[in-house]
């Protein structure tokens, strides 16, 4: 997902002689035949989609060297609906609970990156839209990079619910801070701390403060943050992180509905490459706390994976399972088993196929593909595609 | 409209030695001063708009060689709304019946043409949003390319019902499956066969199956496909094309209404060059069938004309006609005459003028640029405008 | 805010000897936290915003070389809201009154210029989206270019009405013509007039005609034009506006109301560069007249202010005033006094700081960064931000 792709040979209009400068356009245009099948007596859809191996998007990029170690850079990038012709996905102006930002076929928007950084041998300071740093154990310690019908079910459960929208550990209505936030201020650790790593970040809810004001009864609701560190080496990668954004009021812009409570989230991941074939997994603890509504609500699931690479191609292999913990005492589970296999034509191109099939248990109802599951039974996903980036 | 316009030097980052690969970014600004005259009594209007002579676009597309005789590509394509600055428009994610698509000023959608392709001396896989194969015969053999107060009413009655929105032939509601489709599997037969040249076209509905699913009384709506074969050698080109679309709900997302019934199309085209003029025509027939509203409706229309070179310019001339033919036994027909002159500044930039003329008969009632015609009352459109592409 | 940023160094496919031409994609990515203070008792605010120093954007613009100093160009730019990823607001497609465009998260447009011209030793023409010529006067007299929280009341307090809707000088619910107008037809003066240069434009509410037409009540609503007039030598500048704009209909779609009547403004503005500081100063008399509600109502402010080169940056002052005169004899007034420091870390990154301090008196309640201010209370506005442009 952080390849490199075209870089543009620009010549600064400045022309300034420390500017090693450069601004890259760069894409991903993924197109796959999706099949889900739902369980007996529900539907299933056959659909030409996207994103089922790498996060179809375009971009620009760039970075301006300032001198002394320090340099400058931007990162737009948006989400690509390659088989409709749709891009980005209208989103949110903030992180507050309520906000609800339909995807109906609106235009580009920067919904997947959309920062300005400063650089130097003391890290980066980043701000704008970005990832939490939470969302990088699961999406970095899934075989499948959360794409696809193979994704891991502990990325998409949190906010679905397990197919069942009451369930969901993030408020009815609204986005939710899970795998990006807004109005965020990041810290990273420089590259040369002998394979530490890490984030901390910061982002804003942009409430109104003083309670006087009439209509505005919360002034942290959306606000949050998040910490990540981790340490590679050689074969070896592990990483912990831990985030926790704010939900306080139960509607916001009279859009929403559902429970409040803040979100929490925390999870660890890791790999080893054993060169023949590289072993991943992770683990993650959700909960939802403080909800006048209907107490507190746990999450928990966890991966084991595998990338095998074979010739010019790669078998790919996860098992994920997912439990939500509701107040009422019902124990909501699923669990995954995905297999496919890569086929690059070239470092840009590539054909794939993914096999998944979930198992639903206590009351969960997930399916795969945009079928339909009845509770307690099963579905199975299929996607066969093309990748191709620039 | 297929005009390679810019193609930037692009280094692909993966530097593989097979890379012959390019990504162009390319566009047309043209801006229209438009007058649409009403019949008597009704309204005019003068507008600045755009796509006088050529569509208003942005876009990205690129190849890579993949060695062989294989190669993979994109093509991402906009509308832009020069006048105004829209750009794109919001499009439905999806073919179905009902689905409405609001132009309200939304943002950059690749609406005109967003696919991926694997192609081969084998021919060409393409997947995404494309256009229909009916909708090349209509375009390539009009002298106005259909755009402009000259577009040939072939193209433009079966979805206005010649000004009488009861009239037309593609469900109330919905831009319909006309000029593109989107969710689309696309098969190009290669370049090498000595003239012969087609495609044939599948797109989906992507409606959940199985009949007892709550709400969704149809699996095929907006589900249809397409051929189109043709000819060409020297002066000579000609081509058959035909396509249809299902519509079989009444109402979707509690959006739409009107009649139901499936869309077919067919048509033929083709133009011969005397050097001194092209002359082209076209011939289609439409149908909306099996509805249980009001019976079946057909139209049926052609096209003459001419492309007239003048140094370093060209005269356009075309007659066209389009009648429909209600169920009700009434027959609105319209006829229209224009006449137009491009003046090429350079191959990137042209001045350009057309006048047309249109008179309704049988209860028809269409007006050219904006304006509004009692029923069999005329129309006059005049456009002057400038097309720059990039 | 003019800057060539950077050009890609492009090949014109059409290969024409003559063609100097290029395309260029360039940008502006300005990240700022944001604090604004309210008056005792009401509400502050923290944010993460975007625009503190330059105006956030992207863009393409181009131009050919069409030979015997003939030349074609386009410019398409759109917002860019960096903070949460949001690109372009939604536009209203027209100037008309009533025509809304709420910005929520919706897609890129090319809303802040979209144009197509054609320029010679005579002059310039340029068609669709563009700046009205009285912004100008406004934009290029204020120290802080209209950005930030330091931007001058006299663009702002027209539309917004000193923080009270009800004293605004343009239509509820319309973005109004104050700073662009869409389908615009504009004529620039060429630059060898001896520093004599000018503008003028007149752009289209694009209505239909004929009052018997049903539901159509005005033809000229949203149809307006302008002029300005400058003249700049050595460290000498000096220019004049004005503009109008006629808004004669009370509700548009369903959307509006409010008072209607024409909206007139003009203002003259000027700098004197010392060298050691750049001494800037503009005056602007708004009126909303003909309402067959309230009367007319009449905005009057100036601006002085001053650049003071430091070393690698820049010191910004500006003291701004804004009085609203209504028609029940009320007259709201506000003093903003606003100080900054701008520091270039290249010519294409700089970190800047604000502050600014507004009185409110007789009925004002303008606050800044999104505070809110009870009536004849203070505001105050804090910006620290990091501006990047490519």
Redesign the interface.
């Known amino acids: 997902m952080k390849?490199?792709?075209?870089?543009?040979?620009?010549?600064?209009?400045?022309g300034?002689a420390?500017?090693q400068?450069s601004?890259t356009?760069f894409?991903i245009?993924?197109?796959t035949?999706a099949y889900g099948k739902?369980s007996d007596?529900?539907?299933?859809?056959?659909?030409?989609?996207n994103s089922g191996y790498n996060s179809s998007r375009?971009g620009?990029r760039?970075t301006?060297d300032?001198?002394g170690g320090?340099a400058?850079?931007?990162w737009?990038e948006?989400s690509?609906?390659?088989?409709?012709?749709?891009?980005?996905q209208?989103?949110?102006?903030?992180n507050q609970n309520g906000l609800q930002?339909p995807?109906?076929?609106?235009?580009?928007?920067?919904?997947?990156?959309?920062?300005?950084s400063?650089s130097g041998n003391w890290g980066e300071i980043r701000?704008?839209?970005d990832y939490t740093p939470t969302f990088w154990n699961l999406t970095i310690f899934d075989p499948f990079g959360t794409n696809g019908t193979g994704t891991t079910l502990t990325l998409v459960a949190p906010a679905g619910g397990l197919g069942v929208a009451a369930n969901a550990l993030v408020p009815v209505g609204t986005r939710g801070v899970i795998v990006r936030a807004?109005?965020?201020?990041g810290y990273f650790l420089p590259a040369n701390l002998g394979g530490i790593y890490g984030q901390i970040n910061y982002w804003?809810g942009?409430?109104?403060?003083?309670a006087?004001?009439s209509g505005?009864s919360s002034k942290n609701d959306g606000t949050g943050g998040g910490v990540r560190v981790g340490y590679g080496a050689g074969p070896f990668n592990v990483a912990a992180a831990w985030a926790k954004t704010k939900y306080d009021v139960t509607a916001v812009n009279g859009v929403f509905g559902g429970p409040t409570g803040d979100f929490t989230t925390w999870n660890i991941g890791g790999q080893w490459d054993f060169g023949m074939a590289k072993v991943m997994g992770h683990y993650t603890a959700d909960k939802r706390g403080n909800s006048a509504f209907n107490g507190d609500t746990d999450g928990k699931g966890w991966l084991l994976g595998a990338l095998v690479p074979v010739g010019a191609g790669e078998i790919r292999a996860a098992f994920s399972e997912y439990k939500i913990e509701l107040a009422s005492g019902a124990e909501p589970k699923a669990q995954q088993l995905a297999l496919g296999y890569v086929h690059n034509?070239?470092?840009?191109?590539a054909l794939y196929t993914t096999v998944a099939r979930v198992k639903n248990e206590g009351g969960s109802a997930f399916a795969l593909n945009?079928?339909?599951a009845v509770v307690n039974n099963n579905s199975t996903g299929f996607d066969l595609g093309?990748r191709?980036s620039?």
């Open positions: 390849k490199s792709l075209i870089a543009l040979a620009v010549m600064a209009a400045a300034a420390s500017a400068s601004v356009l894409g245009v993924d197109a035949i739902g007596g529900a539907a299933s859809k056959t659909q030409l989609t375009i620009f760039g301006e300032l001198g320090l400058a850079s931007f737009l948006g690509l609906g390659n088989d409709d012709g749709t891009a980005g209208r989103i949110p102006v903030g930002a995807n109906d076929g609106a235009g580009l928007v920067f919904n997947r990156r959309s920062t300005v400063l701000m704008g839209r807004s109005n965020d201020i804003m942009e409430n109104l403060r003083n006087n004001v505005v034509l070239s470092k840009r191109t945009g079928a339909q093309i191709h620039f």
